[in-house]
Structures are given as structure tokens and as C-alpha cells.
């Protein structure tokens, strides 16, 4: 932490800093400007220290913090990078993870038509909500329980790994019993009480960026899943929010490339939510894989003009088979695999 006092701070308030820091138990270096004295405080957890415990002492100009708030999330704590295992696929390894299906598990029919027919196109997880984080309580909510069981029968039947958002605390037991990777929504990206408890979880966990967060509150938040010891974090991108309105989130492809210099963690890219239309959804998957994401989280509905939630951005079966073969040349290039 660096304390950079006011030009002309006297000495008694260079020292009431120094004695602050101290009390902490931390070490103290001293530098002497030209015109202003610059406090080093120095320590391997000074990050525990409150920086208003400095930032509100008289002479004091500024307070900056040189650690980074993420531990466990970061590059440093982990050089190499992470593979999370999920059932018997890898998320961060060689291999492009494709995980798709419809944004909401409506029926049986259609949750094992689209996974039948992901599957066949490459798909390895198939995504579908049960509980549905909507803007308006008086949209579909989801089929809650009943869509959980749905989703376990394709993954029985079909032998595929299933996906699906986990909205509240009280559902983990259920979901921890039939879901292969727990989703956190954007919408709960900081929900800490949700985040603590599938803290506790063995599955892997999707954690999906929150609409305004920065990268640095995105991993912090994912230091909350990986503090009770649940390593199998995966991050997803799906798009911020922006003064843009011509999608409906901007996808922020530079979070690719910093993730991947700042976090061990792999991420995966969630183009449809950010597109909002299907007709932009294969070019910004092709530029996630591009830029280096380790998956795709891919809305597809048979019929997306049936679909009950998030149709427009769906894509229909023959425009997913077209992305899979377009992908293919792209994750060679950058010396990945699907
Ligand atoms: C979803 O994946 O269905 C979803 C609601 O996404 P997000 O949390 O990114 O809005
Ligand atoms: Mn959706």
C-alpha cells in the first residue's frame, strides 16, 4: 500500500502514518520527495488492512493499493493454469467446450429434442434454466423443480453433462443432486450468501460476470467460491453493460486476454445473452474463440420462434451446425481442438 502524503505535511502526521502501519504489524519505507514524502507500507497481507484506516489521517494526499483484492483467483497464486473437470470433459484444457441447449427447460420434448441434436453437433454440456432470474415477476419463472428433473433425465438418458442456474440458497441441495456444473447468473454474480454456501459444493462452478462489473470485482467474487476449498471454478463472459443499445449487453472480448494474464481460472464466453440477436451470435462466438475463451454457452432452441424466453437470440438447429463447422478452422489457428 502506498500513503502519499500532501505537499508541506508536517512530520507528526508522517509519523501518526508510520505508527498506523506499525500497529498493524506491517514494515514502513520512507521516501522523500522533492516536495512530498510517499510512505511504502509494506507486508504479504497488508490487503487485510482497511486503506481508510490511512486515507482519513490529516497530511494524507492518497492511499493506492499495489496488490491486486483477488487471492485464490489469481495468476500469482496459481502459475499454471487450471483445468476444472466436469464429469469426464475438461474446461481449460486443448479441448473447446460446447455447452448448449434453450435458455429455459420449457417441456420434455423440447429439452431432449435440442439435446439429441446438440449432442450430435458436438455439444458436450446442455444448458436449461429451471429457475429463471427474469426482469418481471410476471414472466415465465421457469418450470423450477420439475425442469430439474427433466434436465437429469437427459443426462441419464443421453449420458450428457447438464447445466443449469442455481438462484437461491435453498435450492443447492437439489440442484447439487442432478446438475453436473451450478451457474451463477450475472444477476448474483454478487450475491456473497449464495456464492459462500456453493462455496461448499463439489460440482463445478459457472460463474457468469455480473452486468457492471469490472474484472477485478469479477474475480474477487470468484475468491468467495474458491474460499471454502472448491477449486472447479470456470468464469463466463456474456456481455456488460454499456451506453451501447444496439445489442442487448456489449461483449467484452478484451476480458478474454486479461482473465487469462490475471487468473488461472478458465472462461468460457456466453455470446447470446450478449447479442440479444441471433443473427450476431456466430460472430462473436467465432471472436471469443479466437481471442482464447476455453468454451461457448450457447442459447439453441428447435423452434425459436416458440420459445418462451430469450427466442430472438436463440439459435435454430441449422444455424448451430453452421457455427460448429465455422469454429472447427478457428480453434486450430489458435492451436485448440473441438
Ligand atoms: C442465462 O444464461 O439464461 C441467463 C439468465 O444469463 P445471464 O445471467 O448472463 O443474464
Ligand atoms: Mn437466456
Known amino acids: 500500500m502506498i500513503v502519499e502524503m500532501k505537499k508541506g505535511a508536517l512530520q507528526e502526521q508522517v509519523n501518526t502514518v508510520v505508527e498506523r502501519a506499525r500497529s498493524f504489524g506491517f514494515d514502513v519505507q520512507l521516501n522523500q520527495g522533492t516536495d512530498k514524502v510517499v510512505v511504502a507500507i509494506l507486508g504479504s497481507d497488508t490487503g487485510k488492512a482497511p486503506s481508510d484506516a490511512f486515507a482519513v489521517l490529516p497530511g494524507v494526499e492518497s492511499v493506492t493499493r499495489v496488490m491486486k483484492p483477488y487471492k485464490l483467483a489469481s495468476r500469482e497464486f496459481n502459475r499454471r493454469a487450471s483445468k476444472v473437470k466436469a464429469g469426464d470433459i475438461e474446461i ?48 415465465f419463472q421457469g418450470l423450477e423443480d420439475e425442469g430439474i428433473k427433466l434436465l437429469a433425465k437427459v443426462k441419464s438418458d443421453l449420458g450428457m453433462l447438464v447445466i443449469s442456474e442455481i438462484v437461491d440458497v435453498e435450492h443447492i441441495e437439489l440442484l447439487a443432486k442432478h446438475i453436473d456444473i451450478l451457474q451463477v447468473g450475472a444477476r448474483n454474480m454478487q ?16 460463474l457468469k460476470r455480473g452486468l457492471s462489473a469490472t474484472v477485478t470485482e469479477w474475480l474477487t467474487a470468484a475468491d468467495y467460491l474458491m474460499a471454502e476449498g472448491n477449486k472447479k471454478v470456470i468464469l463466463c463472459e456474456r456481455g456488460i453493460r454499456t451506453f451501447e443499445d444496439s445489442t442487448r449487453f456489449a461483449m467484452d ?16 464466453v456466453d455470446p447470446s445473452h450478449a447479442a440479444g440477436h441471433f443473427e450476431y451470435v456466430p460472430s462473436i462466438a467465432k471472436a471469443a474463440i479466437a481471442a482464447g475463451a476455453d468454451g461457448l454457452l450457447i442459447e439453441v432452441h428447435p423452434k425459436p420462434e416458440e420459445a418462451l424466453v430469450d427466442g430472438l437470440q436463440s439459435l435454430n438447429l441449422k444455424n448451430f451446425q453452421k457455427l460448429m463447422s465455422e469454429l472447427k478452422p478457428i480453434a486450430e489457428a489458435v492451436g485448440r481442438e473441438i
Open 92 to 139: 481449460g484444457g486443448k479441448k473447446i467446450v460446447i455447452m448448449a441447449g434453450p435458455c429455459a427447460v420449457e417441456s420434455q420434448k423440447q429439452l431432449m429434442d435440442t439435446a439429441k441434436s446438440v449432442q450430435k453437433l458436438g455439444a458436450k454440456v446442455v444448458r436449461g434454466g429451471a429457475f429463471k432470474p427474469r426482469t418481471s415477476p410476471f414472466a
Open 191 to 206: 450475491n456473497y450468501s449464495l456464492l459462500k454456501e456453493l462455496a461448499k459444493v463439489r460440482q463445478p462452478v459457472l
Open 253 to 268: 472480448i478484451s476480458s478474454i486476454p486479461v482473465i487469462k494474464r490475471f487468473s488461472h481460472l478458465p472462461i468460457i
